[in-house]
């Protein structure tokens, strides 16, 4: 498991752990975690030129020393102090010491006033540290850290970013304004919320965790990895047949929209259940791709039993459309509400559902519900997730590029998720991740758990389907469907 802490928390553990420890001890600990991960990217210290971004705060200490380090292995280092008051005194006497070059582009100056020399020691760096800002940071990059920013990427350095990219939110990912883009982040003791979720995480790059022995208890945010996603899948034991492994139902589609249950269908078949049944009008694509199908064209209640409903995808907003989900909304099995199903039932018959209820919106149907703009759901999604959970009282796993699932209660901490791609932007990929999500629940898992898995698996089969690395190649969401067994076996086999 991954886990990330917002900085009020982080500080509280680096108050109880500093009460232990010699001053400085901490800043040492980073600096030096901080120095190997440079290394690392200059390959060879020896020669490089290296520019610090140093702001006036301890993040630029951590980097002032990162830097004196490096200059200590034969790398020329140059820092850049905005604040050139108030850059950490101890960080500052190392890099002198060390024999590093310190100039000064103070943002009280403004952006016309950054001497030549600094832009050029910006531009022509093998490596820029970005130690402008921290966990301490408010707000996007100030104009002359803009700036320099912008120099480092028009120019040849590498950028890593000290703890998080300057300029995001820790504790969210927002960014409000100008911020660095990291080829690579190193982060000390947890890992930031804002480093994991869009947009935040965009910036990024290549993320590393340096310990240093803070102990900030329990997470506001998790990540599962492999080992937590495969503990979680079912597996049919030697006496299961069909029924006993889970039955799941799908009430979607119309005329309008036949294509989605389809997808639903494909995903939920490949989803652990034992035997997928279908309700409603697109009986006969559906059996034409799944001969394997249940299918019946009335109510979904008179489809037969099933341990989980869902519910939406393709549904349209008729008549026969509000008939079933009144239909499903009234049973006392597990619940997934997807798609149209969202806006049709909208909150107040969400929030008196008792059974267990799973939504997956996407940022545009959160929004509605929510009765927020979309673009504020993309920009916050963390509060948006957790907002939507708390007032309809159901999990809520919302997609996008950072897919986050939550709780109501805000007791347990939200999950993220990002396996994806973004190959995954494709229509019909939320069709086949509500059926694969669907088919968990009806084997028996939670919602949180469910949508969890079926999240991850989803992802990495896109990856699987799209070819993964940088590179790539466009995607159907019959693909991603396809690709669930491998992203399976990927998963129980580590
Ligand atoms: N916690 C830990 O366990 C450990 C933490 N460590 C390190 O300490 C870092 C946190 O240090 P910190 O608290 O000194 O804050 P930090 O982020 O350097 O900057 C705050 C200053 O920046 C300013 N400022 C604000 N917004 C700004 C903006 N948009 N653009 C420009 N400037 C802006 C603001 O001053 P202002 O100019 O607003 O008066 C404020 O004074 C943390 O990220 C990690 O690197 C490690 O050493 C080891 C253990
Ligand atoms: N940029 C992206 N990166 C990764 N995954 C993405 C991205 N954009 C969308 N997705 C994922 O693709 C799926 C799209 O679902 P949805 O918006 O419901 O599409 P549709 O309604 O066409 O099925 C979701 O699982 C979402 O998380
Ligand atoms: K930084």
């Known amino acids: 498991m991954r886990t990330a802490h917002r900085v009020e928390t982080v500080r509280a553990a680096e108050t109880r752990l500093m009460d232990r420890l010699p001053d400085g001890a901490l800043m040492a600990r980073a600096a030096t975690g901080l120095a190997t991960a440079a290394a690392e990217l200059l390959r060879r210290v ?6 610090l971004l140093v702001g006036s705060g301890d993040n630029g200490g951590d980097t002032l020393h990162a830097g004196a380090a490096l200059a200590r292995r034969g790398a020329g280092v140059s820092a850049v102090l905005l604040s050139p008051g108030r850059a950490h005194a101890g960080g500052l006497a190392a890099l002198r010491a060390a024999g590093g070059l310190v100039l000064e582009a103070p943002e009280a100056a403004g952006e016309s006033e950054v001497p030549g020399e600094v832009t ?3 531009r022509e760096a093998d490596l820029v ?3 402008i800002v921290g966990i301490g940071g408010k707000g996007g990059l100030r104009p002359v850290a803009a700036r320099l920013a912008r120099t480092a990427y028009e120019g040849r350095p ?6 998080l990219p300057s300029g995001i939110d820790a504790d969210s990912g927002e960014v409000n304004g100008d911020a660095v883009r990291a080829d690579a982040t190193v982060t000390f003791g947890t890992y930031k919320p804002g480093l994991l979720i869009d947009p935040g995480r965009e910036h990024v790059g290549a993320l590393r965790l340096v310990p240093i022995g803070i102990e900030p ?9 492999y080992a937590d996603v495969a503990a979680l899948l079912p597996v049919p034991g030697v006496e299961s047949d069909k029924y006993r492994r889970g039955v799941v139902g799908i009430a979607a589609g119309s005329t309008r929209y ?4 389809v997808l639903a269908v494909t995903g939920a078949l490949r989803g652990g259940a034992g035997a997928v ?5 697109a009986a006969d694509a559906v059996t034409a791709r799944h001969p394997e199908t249940l299918v019946s064209s009335g109510l979904p209640s008179e489809a037969g039993r099933v341990q989980a409903w869902v519910v939406g995808p393709g549904l349209g907003d008729g008549d026969e459309a509000r008939a079933a989900l009144d239909d499903v909304l009234a049973t006392d099995v597990p619940l997934l509400m997807d798609a149209d199903a969202l806006s049709l039932a909208g909150p107040d018959r969400i929030r008196a559902r008792t059974a267990p209820t799973l939504l997956t919106p996407h940022a545009g149907e959160a929004a509605r519900l929510l009765g927020a703009d979309r673009a504020d759901v ?3 999604r963390l509060d948006a997730v957790r907002a939507l959970a708390d007032r309809l009282g159901a999990t809520v796993l919302l997609k996008g590029s950072t897919t986050l699932i939550a709780d109501p209660g805000g007791t347990s901490p939200v999950r993220v998720n990002a396996t994806g791609t973004s190959w995954l932007a494709t229509a019909g990929a939320g069709d086949v991740l509500s059926g694969l999500a669907g088919s968990l629940l009806a084997t028996g898992l939670p919602p949180r758990e469910a949508a969890s898995a079926a999240a991850h698996l989803h992802g990495l089969a896109a990856r699987r389907a799209a070819g993964g690395g940088r590179g790539g190649a466009p995607i159907t969401a019959y693909d991603v469907a396809e690709a669930i067994p491998g992203a399976w076996r990927d998963v129980r086999e580590g």
């Open 277 to 281: 049944r279908y309700a409603g009008s």
């Open 158 to 163: 590498a950028i890593l970013a000290v703890d």
């Open 258 to 261: 036949p294509g989605a249950p």
């Open 129 to 131: 540290l970005d130690g």
């Open 378 to 380: 993309e920009a916050r």
């Open 217 to 225: 208890g329990a997470p506001d945010l998790e990540a599962l990895q």
């Open 46 to 51: 020896y020669g490089s030129r290296v520019c």
């Open 120 to 122: 050029r020691r910006v």
